[in-house]
């Protein structure tokens, strides 16, 4: 499929557990990014990757980990999985062209029992 | 104090009426855009704008760069315009292309 692609869509987890949100993007942009949207907060970045193998922390890092070895992937973990990380995540990427457009993935939302 | 504040917070609408979100910024930009997203749904791009103004059937989106603030309308309104509208903008200050979010408008129309 064409575009920007989360797996997976829904998540149930309990405390402590470890795991990894996907995203894939095929128009080989060189930018991602991870948010997570919580009420009242708005969309907060927790990471992003300026192309492959570069990575740097957003707002919102602690207790996340990211990787991309491939330009199109820029899968999301959560090592230990806590409540406070309950929420719905978005996966958006990005052509550098000065103004910054962004593309959204259509979100995951994550629970953490 | 937030860098992208917007406002109203919530607002609420019977169809036909004219609308208009507001958001002001704190720090140069070279871009502002205005985002959409429906109930449990995904986040769209609507507008990106650097001056003046754009439109795209009925919305219309105004920014004065001097006055650090950006206006998004929507014309007879009508319930699907039901939706989270959001604000960002690309920092001059940023060498990358993260963008600095405001906090969403509610938008609800009825019927």
């Known amino acids: 499929d064409a575009g920007i692609t989360q797996s997976p869509r829904y998540k149930i987890t309990e405390t402590g557990r470890q795991v990894t949100l996907m995203c894939h993007q095929t128009w080989s942009h060189s930018y991602m990014f991870w948010y997570r949207q919580d009420l009242g907060h708005g969309l907060r970045l927790i990471y992003y990757s300026a192309a492959a193998d570069i990575t740097d922390k957003g707002e919102v890092p602690d207790g996340y980990v990211v990787s991309r070895s491939k330009t199109e992937n820029f899968p999301l973990t959560l090592e230990s999985a806590t409540r406070s990380q309950t929420s719905v995540y978005f996966c958006?990427?990005?052509?550098?062209?000065?103004?910054?457009?962004?593309?959204f993935g259509p979100g995951t939302r994550l629970t953490v029992l | 104090k937030n860098e992208v504040e917007q406002s109203p917070q919530n607002l609420t609408a019977q169809e036909g009426e004219f609308i208009t979100i507001n958001c002001s910024y704190s720090v140069g930009i070279s871009a502002l855009h205005w985002l959409q997203q429906h109930p449990g749904g995904g986040i769209v791009s609507l507008f990106m704008?650097?001056?003046g103004k754009k439109k795209h059937g009925r919305l219309i989106a105004t920014i004065n760069i001097q006055e650090k603030h950006s206006s998004l309308h929507i014309t007879a309104s009508h319930p699907r315009d039901s939706a989270v509208y959001i604000c960002a903008v690309s920092p001059l200050s940023y060498n990358t292309d993260k963008l600095i979010f405001g906090t969403g408008t509610r938008l609800q129309v009825f019927p």
């Open positions: 704008l650097s001056s």
């Open positions: 958006a990427s990005s052509d550098w062209t000065g103004y910054n457009e962004q593309f």
